[in-house]
């Protein structure tokens, strides 16, 4: 009967063994985690550091999509399709990028003010000198899309702390901002090479990235949106301190355009062809269209080699085998010239609107007999980059694949697109509350993939490649200087990579002349650089984009019965008003949004908003 | 026994030994006791042997002993005091009374010598035997207990006291005498006054506690849930209960105690289940507390007030509820048997616009916006005519997906009983409800939901000596379950989303319909084709106790050691697919449907699989003190406890590192003649959570009671008042779950770095992943501190009528938020954390009970009442811009909203009215208020309404009434106050938000289904503002109509009747030639009735009208007792 004690020992020596060690029983803390000291002492963690400051640079956004003329998504609901119907406020501001940009740029200043504790045996000096200039180029970079969002916004020059009284950081000017980019651009364009030798490096800016950047931000300052723009005049700090530029300042097409020439100057840079790719005879459609699906290229100013090309190709592509999401726009379809140079509303050009075509194009990649006549004898790049009712699919490799994109009677192995109503890309199967305008993206679209199987092939995407800098040369030199004929030289090059003759020879009385120039070089512009962003900010810079012709949005008659006529239906091809596109001139710059404002009293809201 | 050896650890005090006669006569008047030995000794000649230490606190004696024999005389000088004696020879040793080897010695002797054998009947005051009573002899470790006729049997000498003890019955002492044959009547005990309730890590008797504690009638919990928490609601006051699904498996309701005190952390309270912390076993299915069978439970205690939970520390400031369960008493077997069939429907399913009116009022909606009406008279014509139901379809998704029935059966075995040493309580429960999809064993599986319970447990209790008590408790369960290949969210949804007229549900060659591209979904086959998932789920709770007096130490002392570990498991094998759909698109020439395949499907339904675990381990000791003297009673209590919980599928370094804490827990109770009361009980608890050297926290709280019914001035109202108290308490609790909600995450101390976003380079695009901060540690951070006050008042009457009234007041400080007013330009990525938040709680809560009983008929009725009301205080918000958005010092969960003002009447109206929301309004169009008058209707013109989703006032009531052997019951639950945002924003899916109410949106392939009070609607020839919906138009959340405003939003308070039973016991005297003692038969009702304003859907669900709603149960059951 000892079992009392027994107990009783245990008892108290259980409650003992309880609160010895109980000391220590909460020292429960992340061993062997990543901390900022580790971070800095090692070089693949200063490195993924660096990776995720570039993780802040965007691909496919809204200017790509649908809120200019040339494109629309299919989706009522949507982002895009909401700030087009007017459905906009700083309080659901859309797209709203500025969280993006500012973490990016808190992590380039802790990269840069950090990076040098990294031991030198684990990172030599020499890379450090390049990843400081990577990320310099970075915080220019997303300065530079800020400024383009929101015009001028908080210029910092190092990374705030927590407890800062974010009241006291105002916007700065236009200037200033552009003058803090194009100082890290140059700061940036001295440690980083002209071009990247090792192909490891491809992704990475070059100094021929730090300049293209700095002639878009030039032709930016010299475009009539901040080039002494009285509808901003009103737009001042709380002191009063006006944000824009007062007064038209014509010198600054003249610094754009030498800005585009810096780049060129390089010599580093050449327009694509297909004869880079392999090509033994010069194809400008093949040109056109691998210029985008090449693993590399010579074109390229900065690109992003990650990107989600699926999503991309699933909701470019038509149905059954896409989402037919993002739609090409009737505008832009007719913004396209026909295999002659010359523009559809020109009375020599042979264009005709109606009726089918009866004889197919002299190139394998052109109309077929059949299709209707407006798609007939069109320029190289239309076929390279709209995918328009009949034209068989692309992303589809194997004839099984393309005949799933066929109704019974349409199985001919070439898997033409059915947009009419009761196809399979049509109304009826996509749903009639969806609004496609009978024509998809063919841009960036590859043949090597399969959409219906969702296989898709690498390619980078592209941000900036060099023809926009011919572009850009064209149109700043056009402002100030008409009669350079560099003009026309430049604006060639891009043409007869298209295919196209040059334009003195199909208008020679554009020559010189500067409105009539700027027209077709806004026009080569609408087209070569269609679906990548570049249209909505071309509008912008140009305020363009509220003119009506570019707010009235026409599409093709997809939600017309063809009662089985099929291919056959000529009604479909009626020209439809899609959209009168709800329009403010407040839209020329984005709403900052309200909780922003709420959290830094100093900010000025854009004008209007 | 080597007596010398003991003899000889004392210190020795030798009286001068001489040789006298036997017996002795003493007489004397306060005299010590050493005094009095002494003289013994001198008339004896016996040596006393003491340890000068025992006769320390000794108070003087008065005797008188005419010639007794030696013994006697000692024993009699003896009688209470706390000594012993024990004979040797001529030496006599005088020793505390103890439970140990020496103890045993003299009952041994006393026994060899003097002890005679007692006969005893134990009964209840109206002589009917009471079996299981245990039989004592005072100061002794004799012990025995009644049998089933209440007789026992216990040797104890004439002088000794029999004491008989059970529980609810007033403790009895019954001094032997010269009786062989003792007939012992027992009183049944005032219940109102000496129910012992279970607190936190003890019990306390009820009338003397001072916090605000609540129990509840288990027999009120004899429902045929699958889960506790959902009976709780409306069964007591001060729980804030709302059942958001029925979903069998998935029904467990959301419940807090006296609202919610915090906006970030975890506010849901402690749950403790037999003194072991057990709220986040199986926490992300609901805790496994909510699959106990209430059969098997003893009682419920909900810890309201700081007083009640502040030993809990850290861990107390959202309630504490526990469960004790059921253990064993000493007896035969006693065997209780219950078993339930069931039928379960929906409580209500909405109604759906049928093909025809959807078409039309699909036109109407269209030429509404300007455009042409898409179906033809032609078209809605033949699906009105049904001739062709494949090419023009009509279907009610709702009616196809859900049947009216499903079947459940439980069942609960429980046997208790044991030997006076070992006491046992053994059950096993089962429990098996279908779900209600209508879908059939197709393709070699069943996809329907099946939901099964297993459910056994052990509870023993083992005297290792009169002292020692060690207890075991075992329970493991098992959940297994079959669910369809999607969740039951996704199949309402699809079921709201889906238009009558899409497609059919099968062709005529059993082929199933549905869209080109996954345009849309066609519910029932997504049920009844998509495959399914099993899981099962089991879980092992075990407690392993040792509790030891040590009354020899100091009288009413005892320790205990607690170990306990719980582990469980989630499994789930998933066999999803999809099959070949078909989509008509006309007829051929012969009249047969043209079929085109919309969807290539699997031939066999794929695989996967996923499981997590996780383990607790808890460990405590404690030492209590309990004593009276006279009417002066302490009780005491000292803790040490920590704990260790492990999850094994974590994911992630942080989460996988163990979550511990660690406390001691103090609690001093004084009464004076249970009269006054005064209580302090601190808790100061750790957790791993905080950095080094702010990990620990103290939180004390006081509380005092005074039951003024016991005063003497009270006298002449006792007759009426049985009752009447008074209590008070004030105290700090603590919230250490910070970690539970949003991206709060644990270790805010430290700065945390995780994966960040990526980059491609070189010619492939190599991926390079990127590092970023996912923490931004911030150093001082500590858990929420909240100070609670409690005022409470109870009133007996005429020993029928209790009432409980409680105030109480809680603010909640430095509560763990994430940084909001920090501005963007800052640029930092993680989350920044700051002790900030603050936040105000109180309401009221009151209990109503009545029972009486005249003749034949009995009656209970009962009812209890919440009012519960919040207010932020503080949450780092940076100031808006108008001050009336401001959420700061709004009530939780209100949310901004429009006021709507009506509808528009005329395009003049429209034309002088501030611009909202589109461009094309019309009239019929809602108007909502400028609030700050700037002339446009934007989103400063939202304004809080005070309203909120989740409810201020709670209320239940219910009575049973009894006839002989019939009873009937009936039980109702509430709710008011209490609005939610039907504008469909909550309906959620793959789809568009606001499917079946947002007019026709849609972002498949078709506009949405509809409820069918569409047909509610204002139009041009009727032009109503009462309208239920406004001008119809093709609509989205950020249509004009239906922004959140005032017109949407509705008032969800509710009543419904919860349960209702109908019962009969089969009399006793049926049944005495049989070994059964009791039947009772009963058919019972759940959620059979619901009264609300609202009556699309059911109100419970709140704003997400596609949900599975609450089950309507019926079941017939039948318990016995053998």
């Known amino acids: 009967m000892k079992s009392i004690h027994t107990f009783i020992i245990a008892a108290g020596s259980l409650f003992l063994t309880c609160i010895l060690p109980a000391c220590k029983h909460l020292d429960e803390k992340p061993d062997n985690l990543l901390t900022s000291e580790i971070l800095w002492s090692n070089r693949a963690n200063a490195e993924s550091y660096l990776y995720n400051i570039y993780g802040a640079v965007l691909e496919i956004d809204y200017p790509h999509i649908g809120i200019s003329d040339e494109a629309s998504v299919s989706i009522p609901g949507t982002n895009v399709r909401q700030m087009v119907a007017g459905n906009w406020s700083s309080v659901n501001a859309y797209y709203d990028h500025w969280d993006n940009y500012y973490t990016g740029i808190r992590s380039s200043f802790i990269f840069e003010a950090n990076v040098d504790k990294v031991p030198e045996s684990q990172l030599s000096t020499a890379l450090k000198t390049q990843y400081k200039a990577e990320s310099k180029f970075l915080r220019g970079w997303f300065y530079w899309q800020l400024i383009k969002q929101y015009g001028p916004v908080v210029k910092l020059t190092s990374a705030l702390a927590l407890n800062d009284d974010f009241n006291k950081y105002p916007r700065n000017t236009f200037d200033q901002c552009k003058d803090y980019v194009n100082q890290l651009m140059d700061e940036a364009a001295v440690n980083l090479p002209v071009n990247w030798a090792s192909s490891s490096d491809y992704g990475r800016p070059s100094k021929g990235t730090c300049l293209a950047v700095k002639s878009q931000l030039a032709l930016w300052a010299a475009s009539p949106l901040w080039n002494g723009n009285p509808a901003f005049a009103s737009l001042k700090n709380q002191d009063g301190t006006a944000l824009a530029p007062s007064s038209y300042d014509a010198n600054k097409w003249k610094m754009a355009a030498d800005a585009a020439k810096a780049v060129t100057n390089l010599n580093a840079f050449q327009l694509f062809t297909n004869l880079d790719n392999g090509g033994s005879r010069f194809d400008p459609y093949f040109s056109v269209r691998d210029l985008f699906l090449a693993n590399w290229n010579r074109e390229i100013l900065f690109s992003r080699n990650s990107w989600n090309y699926w999503g991309y190709t699933k909701a470019s592509s038509p149905n059954p085998g896409g989402i037919n999401v993002y739609n090409a726009t009737q505008n832009i379809v007719d913004a396209f010239c026909m295999n002659n140079g010359r523009t559809i509303d020109d009375p020599l050009s042979q264009y005709k609107e109606t009726g089918f075509a009866d004889n197919s194009g002299a190139e394998s990649w052109g109309h077929k007999k059949g299709q209707w006549n407006m798609y007939a004898n069109r320029e190289p790049r239309f076929y390279a980059y709209i995918q328009y009712n009949g034209r068989p699919v692309l992303p589809a490799p194997t004839v099984d694949d393309k005949n799933y994109y066929s109704s019974a009677g349409n199985i001919d192995g070439t898997g033409r697109i059915e947009f009419y109503y009761s196809g399979k890309a049509g109304a009826k199967a996509t749903g009639i509350t969806n609004n496609i305008t009978g024509y998809n993206f063919l841009k960036n679209i590859s043949p090597a993939d399969n959409i219906r199987q969702d296989v898709t092939n690498y390619r980078p995407f592209i941000i900036l490649r060099y023809a926009e800098i011919l572009l850009n040369y064209a149109e700043a030199l056009n402002e100030y200087d008409p009669s350079n004929p560099e003009i026309v030289q430049t604006l060639n090059l891009v043409r007869n990579r298209a295919g196209l003759p040059g334009i003195e020879t199909v208008y020679p009385a554009a020559v010189g002349n500067k409105e009539l120039m700027r027209k077709y070089i806004l026009r080569e512009r609408q087209v070569e650089l269609c679906f990548e962003g570049d249209r909505y900010y071309t509008l912008i810079r140009r305020l363009l984009l509220g003119a009506p012709e570019n707010q009235t949005i026409y599409t093709m008659n997809v939600n017309e019965d063809d009662g089985g006529q099929g291919f056959a239906f000529t009604s479909f091809y009626k020209r439809t008003l899609f959209q009168k596109r709800a329009w403010e001139n407040k839209m020329y710059l984005f709403p900052i949004s309200q909780y922003q404002l709420d959290r830094d009293r100093a900010l000025v809201q854009n004008p209007g908003w | ?1122």
């Open chain 2, 1 to 1122: 026994m080597r007596l010398t050896t003991i003899v000889l650890l004392f210190t020795l005090m030798q009286v001068s030994a001489a040789t006298f006669g036997q017996r002795i006569t003493l007489n004397e008047q306060r005299v010590s006791l050493k005094r009095a030995l002494e003289k013994i000794h001198n008339q004896s000649g016996y040596n006393f042997l003491f340890d000068r230490n025992v006769l320390k606190g000794i108070n003087p004696i008065s005797i008188s002993i005419e010639n007794e024999e030696l013994e006697t005389a000692v024993k009699k000088i003896l009688h209470n005091l706390p000594l012993t004696y024990l004979i040797d020879g001529n030496t006599i040793l005088i020793k505390p009374k103890e439970s140990s080897i020496l103890d045993k010695a003299i009952d041994k002797l006393s026994s060899i010598f003097s002890d005679q054998e007692i006969r005893g009947k134990v009964t209840d005051l109206k002589g009917n035997p009471i079996p299981g009573a245990t039989v004592t002899v005072k100061g002794t470790k004799k012990a025995t207990a009644t049998d089933v006729d209440g007789n026992f049997k216990i040797k104890a000498d004439k002088n000794e006291i029999l004491v008989v003890h059970l529980m609810g019955f007033v403790t009895k002492e019954v001094l032997v005498g010269d009786q062989t044959e003792i007939m012992i009547s027992m009183a049944e005990e005032d219940k109102t006054l000496d129910d012992v309730v279970v607190v936190g890590y003890g019990k306390q008797k009820k009338v003397t506690i001072t916090g605000a504690v609540s129990t509840i009638n288990m027999a009120d919990m004899q429902t045929p849930n699958r889960s506790l928490s959902n009976s709780l609601a409306g069964k007591v006051a001060g729980i804030i209960s709302m059942q958001r699904s029925g979903e069998p498996g998935y029904d467990n309701a959301s419940f807090t105690i006296r609202g919610i005190g915090t906006f970030t952390g975890n506010t849901e309270p402690l749950i403790i289940i037999d003194g072991v912390q057990r709220d986040d076993v199986n926490s992300s299915f609901g805790g496994s507390y909510n699959n106990i069978d209430p059969e098997d439970i003893q009682s419920i205690s909900l810890l309201k007030d700081a007083s009640a939970t502040a030993v809990y520390g850290a861990r107390g400031a959202n309630g504490v509820l526990i469960i004790t369960t059921k253990r064993g008493t000493a007896g035969k077997p006693q065997i209780s048997i219950k078993t339930e069939a069931s039928m379960s429907g929906l409580t209500k399913t909405p109604k759906m616009l049928d093909g025809v009116s959807w078409m039309r009022l699909y036109n109407e909606a269209n030429i509404n916006d300007g455009n042409q009406p898409v179906y033809s008279e032609e078209i809605i014509q033949k699906t009105a005519s049904g001739l062709d139901p494949y090419l023009y379809p009509n279907v009610n998704w709702i009616k196809s997906t859900y049947k009216d029935w499903a079947p459940g059966f439980n069942s609960n075995l429980n046997v208790s009983g044991g030997s006076q040493s070992v006491r046992y309580y053994v059950s096993a429960s089962f429990y098996n409800q279908d779900g209600s999809y209508k879908v059939t064993k197709q393709n070699d599986y069943s996809p329907n939901l099946n939901f099964k319970r297993y459910d056994f447990r052990t509870n023993l209790d083992i005297d290792l000596s009169a002292t020692t008590l060690l207890s075991m408790n075992l329970d493991a369960m098992l959940v297994s379950s079959r669910y369809p290949g999607l969740s039951a969210s996704k199949i309402w949804y699809n079921a709201y989303l889906t238009p009558p007229i899409a497609f059919p549900i099968q062709y005529p060659d059993g082929s199933w319909a549905g869209p080109f591209n996954n345009g849309g979904s066609n519910p029932l086959n997504e049920i009844q084709n998509s495959g399914y998932s099993t899981e099962f789920r089991p879980t092992i709770q075990s407690i392993f106790s040792i509790n030891q007096k040590l009354d020899k130490l100091t009288p009413g002392l005892s320790a205990m050691a607690r170990f306990s570990f719980d582990s469980y498991s989630e499994n789930d094998n998933r066999r999803t697919g999809r099959n070949n759909l078909f989509l008509a698109s006309g007829r051929d020439a012969d009249g047969n449907l043209i079929l085109n395949q919309s969807r290539v499907g699997e031939q066999f339904l794929g695989y996967s699989q996923s499981s997590a675990a996780e383990k607790k381990m808890y460990l405590e000791t404690n030492v209590t003190y309990d004593r009276r003297f006279g009417s002066h009673h302490f009780g005491g209590l000292f803790l040490y406890n920590m704990r260790s919980r492990v999850v094994s599928s974590a994911g992630d370094v942080i989460s996988s590192i163990p979550y511990k804490n660690q406390g001691m827990a103090v609690r001093v109770t004084y009464d004076y003649a249970d009269r006054y009361m005064l209580e302090f009980d601190a808790g100061y608890t750790g957790s791993e959570n905080f950095e080094p050297g702010k990990r620990f926290g103290f939180f004390p709280s006081v509380s005092a009671g005074w039951v003024i019914s016991k005063e003497p001035f009270f006298k002449n109202l006792s007759a009426t008042f049985n009752l009447l108290k008074i209590r008070g308490s004030h105290g700090v609790v603590g919230n250490d779950q910070i970690g539970f909600s949003g991206n709060v995450k644990r270790f805010p101390y430290l700065g945390q770095y995780g994966s960040g976003r990526s980059i491609g380079l070189g010619f492939n695009g190599t991926i390079f992943n990127g590092i970023t901060e996912t923490v931004f540690g911030v150093e001082n951070l500590t858990w929420e501190k909240a100070t609670k006050d409690n005022l409470g008042i109870e009133i007996g009457l005429l020993n029928k009528l209790s009432i409980t009234v409680d105030l109480y007041k809680e603010r909640r400080k430095n509560i763990l938020i994430a940084r909001s007013s920090l501005s963007g330009i800052l640029g930092v990525t993680g989350t920044v954390f700051a002790n900030l938040g603050e936040m105000n709680n109180q309401g009221v809560d009151a209990n109503m009970e009545y029972t009486d009983k005249m003749g034949n008929v009995s009656l209970r009725l009962y009812g209890n009442f919440t009012y519960n009301n919040n207010k932020i205080v503080e949450r780092d918000e940076p100031k808006q811009q108008y001050a009336y958005q401001q959420a700061t010092g709004q009530k939780l969960g209100d949310n901004l909203m429009y006021i709507a003002e009506g509808l528009f009447t005329s395009t003049e109206q429209i034309a002088k009215s501030p611009s909202q929301f589109g461009a094309n309004l019309k009239p019929g169009d809602i108007k909502y208020t400028d609030v700050n008058g700037d002339g446009v209707v934007n989103s400063f013109d939202k304004v809080y309404t005070g309203k909120s989703d989740v409810p201020t006032i709670l209320y239940g009531a219910g009575f049973t009434v009894g006839y002989k052997g019939v009873d009937l019951s009936l039980f109702f639950q509430g709710i008011a106050d209490v609005t939610f945002m039907a504008n469909g924003s909550a309906v959620t899916g793959d789809g568009a938000q606001g499917a079946g109410i947002v007019p026709f949106t849609g972002m498949g392939q078709y506009p949405s289904g509809m409820l069918a009070n569409l047909e509610d609607r204002w139009t041009v020839n009727n032009a109503r503002q009462d309208a239920y919906y406004p001008r119809l138009g093709i609509s989205n959340q950020n249509s004009n109509n239906y922004q959140p405003s005032t017109w949407w939003s509705k008032d969800g308070s509710f009543v419904r009747l919860k349960q209702a039973t109908l019962g009969y016991r089969i009399s006793d005297a049926l049944l005495t030639k049989t070994a059964i003692k009791s039947v009772y038969f009963y058919l019972s009702g759940q959620n059979l009735l619901t009264f609300s304003k609202f009556k699309l859907w059911d109100p419970e669900l709140g704003a997400n009208g596609a949900g599975y709603p609450p089950l309507r149960t019926f079941a017939l059951g039948l318990k016995a007792t053998l």
